[in-house]
């Protein structure tokens, strides 16, 4: 049992913005070599945020609509879901307010400004972040966009995996990037549904590990501060309902190095020609340190951003 449901899924389909759907997912040749795996990569980041957000707080901002209130949302972001929340927030006539920690990348703010929202700085980490926006929801009405947590961001998500599923040739597994979960849990029950072969495995930093972690225990577990260059992915703490459903939809969840994040990134640069934020390299990263894993299998991975700063992306290019 698990908290996400196959029909709103699908009737989330019809809620989100095209823009944000059908997003490409083919065979890569090129990187299928380097690899030793046939590679299908699920490019997510063909839309006005970059990343895979947009279909969660489409579905979010959907539904609020339908149920009438107050216009206004916030949330806690480190980036990504913060400018998907201004961008839909926007063209349906939602006041966004964003709480990002002051340390978040700068890029990532500044396109949240341009998109529209009001971006409160806080000192510490997305936690303090959460704290702020937890607080601003309170004040103000509010309503507060918690990402997995909220289960429309994982519905929404998880039509990643209603796409994934009509792909005319089976998938041994899918490389999902973990960080607080919604995309695991949510593309994970849509195959279980629709591809119940396909293996769904969620990727991690090993320097960021507190949801691996948790559901290789079983149990919500601890862990210190993360300090890994995927800040997408980089959360300390643990939703517990979030870990209930994906310890019933995923089939294995992975830790990779810092290393290998950059060189998948430099991978699909090189083989795809795209480029990506390093949470959308932990796929790529997983095949690098485990290529006997998935020797000639057929293995899609979700390239879920690439919210990634020009000069950053050039330095991690020489490395």
């Not at 709103?8 to 059908?22: L, P, Y």
């Not at 590679?39 to 957000?53: A, G, Q, Y």
């Not at 300090?227 to 969840?253: C, Q, S």
Request: proline residues 5%.
């Amino acid at each position: 049992m698990t908290r996400l449901s196959i029909d709103r899924i699908e009737a989330a389909v019809q809620k989100i913005d095209g823009v944000f759907r059908n997003t490409p997912q083919y065979h890569c040749p090129h990187l299928s070599r380097a690899l030793g795996c046939r590679i299908v990569l699920k490019v997510e980041t063909l839309n006005p945020v970059r990343c895979f957000k947009g279909r969660g707080t489409e579905t979010v901002l959907a539904n609020l609509e339908a149920n009438g209130g107050e216009k206004a949302v916030v949330c806690a972001s480190a980036g990504n879901l913060g400018q998907a929340l201004a961008y839909c927030g926007r063209h349906r006539g939602f006041a966004v307010t964003v709480a990002a920690s002051s340390a978040a990348n700068p890029l990532k703010i500044e396109r949240m400004k341009a998109l529209g929202a009001t971006v409160v700085l806080v000192e510490g980490q997305i936690e303090e972040a959460l704290e702020a926006a937890i607080a601003h929801s309170r004040k103000t009405g509010a309503f507060l966009v918690e990402d997995s947590k909220n289960i429309d961001t994982c519905e929404g998500a998880a039509t990643i995996g209603l796409e994934l599923a009509k792909l005319p040739f089976p998938l041994d597994c899918v490389l999902i990037s973990l960080g607080a979960g919604a995309m695991a849990t949510g593309i994970g029950f849509a195959l279980k549904t629709y591809s119940p072969n396909t293996r769904t495995l969620s990727v991690q930093p090993q320097n960021a590990p507190a949801l691996t972690r948790s559901y290789l225990a079983g149990e919500v577990m601890e862990s210190g501060p993360p300090k890994t260059i995927a800040d997408g992915v980089a959360g300390r703490y643990v939703i517990p309902d979030v870990l209930a459903d994906m310890l019933e939809v995923v089939d294995d969840a992975l830790l990779v190095e810092e290393d290998s994040i950059v060189e998948g990134m430099r991978l699909l640069y090189k083989h795809s020609g795209l480029i990506v934020e390093p949470a959308a390299a932990l796929g790529i990263a997983s095949i690098l340190e485990s290529p006997d894993r998935f020797r000639g299998q057929t293995v899609a991975t979700v390239l879920c951003g690439s919210n990634v700063a020009p000069v950053d992306f050039e330095n991690w290019m020489k490395h």
